[in-house]
């Protein structure tokens, strides 16, 4: 995974000797792609959880499964050592 910075020094090869430029399209390639909402926004990812509602949505899920039991299909034939 290439960090925003090297991705526009590869894209916008030619702005490399200009730091203000370079800054202007770092900033620019952050808001447009590295940014959870955007990813989001586009379907790519489900949902984006809050640093502070991290804790309750584990605990939740893992209520849900608290009594889940999982159910093996029979088995038909044995695997016979050939």
């Given at each position: 995974?290439?960090?925003?910075k090297g991705a526009t020094e590869i894209i916008h090869r030619a702005d490399l000797g200009d730091a203000e430029k370079t800054a202007e399209h770092v900033a620019d390639y952050e808001d447009r792609f590295a940014n959870p909402?955007?990813?989001?926004?586009?379907?790519?990812?489900?949902?984006?959880?809050?640093p502070r509602s991290t804790r309750k949505r584990v605990s939740r899920a893992f209520a849900s499964l608290r009594?889940?039991?999982q159910k093996?299909?029979?088995?038909?034939?044995?695997?016979?050592?050939?």
């Open positions: 995974v290439m960090g925003a909402f955007v990813a989001a926004e586009r379907g790519f990812i489900d949902e984006v959880i809050q009594n889940k039991k093996m299909p029979w088995k038909k034939h044995d695997n016979i050592p050939l």
